[in-house]
């Protein structure tokens, strides 16, 4: 059963935006959105949509910058074929690991 607007001097026939039906002008609502609705359509805005982020801070309070890369030579013997790569292995230099 549609809604069948009368005839009110001065008024004028419109449509709502979201279902389409057609209404007074008088009848229908502003929404948050912007859009023209009669009173089934009409909702109030969400209040999630006006909460606002609480900033974060991110940095530490203290820091030191990163120590230098410290580098131990090793020396080795490999005298097995297949597990040094050549080049590597030094003859005549003591073998610590």
């Not at 909460?51 to 820091?63: E, H, K, T, Y």
């Not at 410290?70 to 003859?91: D, Q």
């Amino acid at each position: 059963m549609a809604h069948t607007p009368h005839y009110v001097k001065g008024e004028w026939k419109v449509l709502c935006d979201s279902c389409g039906k057609e209404f007074l002008a008088s009848e229908l609502r502003q929404r948050w959105d912007g859009f023209m609705v009669c009173t089934r359509d009409w909702e109030p805005r969400q209040p999630q949509d006006f909460v606002r982020g609480v900033a974060d801070q991110q940095a530490v309070p203290w820091s030191r910058p990163e120590p230098s890369d410290v580098f131990i030579p090793v020396y080795s013997r490999c005298a097995v074929a297949g597990i040094c790569a050549a080049g590597i292995a030094v003859t005549g230099v003591p073998s610590y690991v």
